[in-house]
Every structure is written in C-alpha cells, then in structure tokens.
C-alpha cells in the first residue's frame, strides 16, 4: 500500500510544480511593471518552496503503515 501512496504523492507533487510553473510565467509575462513581476516571483518563490517542502517532510514522517489496516 505504501508504493500506491507513493505514487499518488508524486503525481500531486509534480501537479503542484505545474501549478507553481503556470502562476510563475503569469507573473512574469502580465505584471505592468518588471520590478513588481521581480518582486511577486520572488515572494511566490520563497512561500511556495516553503509550502512544498513543509508538505513533502510532512507527508513523508505519515505512519501510513500504522493508519492502514494490514488485511481487508
């Protein structure tokens, strides 16, 4: 069972980059000015990295074993 989860946690992870990627270039290419763009990437930047990270070593330290029954 814990593959299964581990897949499905990598599928909504590399959804989440997308995710990120797609906010990213809407900044980028719709901000009126370069210096706003510059400074609402970068603050995307630095909250999504820490999201992303406090999530995966969240998900990461589940007892999934402990939570799933052994046998159905």
Do not use: E, W
Not at 33 to 47: D, M, P
Not at 61 to 72: E, M, N
């Amino acid at each position: 069972m814990r593959p299964l989860f581990g897949l499905l946690y990598t599928v909504l992870f590399f959804s989440y980059i997308t995710a990120g990627l797609f906010i990213v270039f809407h900044f980028a290419r719709y901000s009126l000015k370069r210096s706003s763009a510059v400074l609402g990437i970068t603050l995307f930047l630095v909250v999504f990295s820490i999201l992303i990270f406090t999530n995966a070593l969240l998900f990461f330290s589940l007892p999934i074993d402990a939570i799933l029954p052994q046998s159905f």
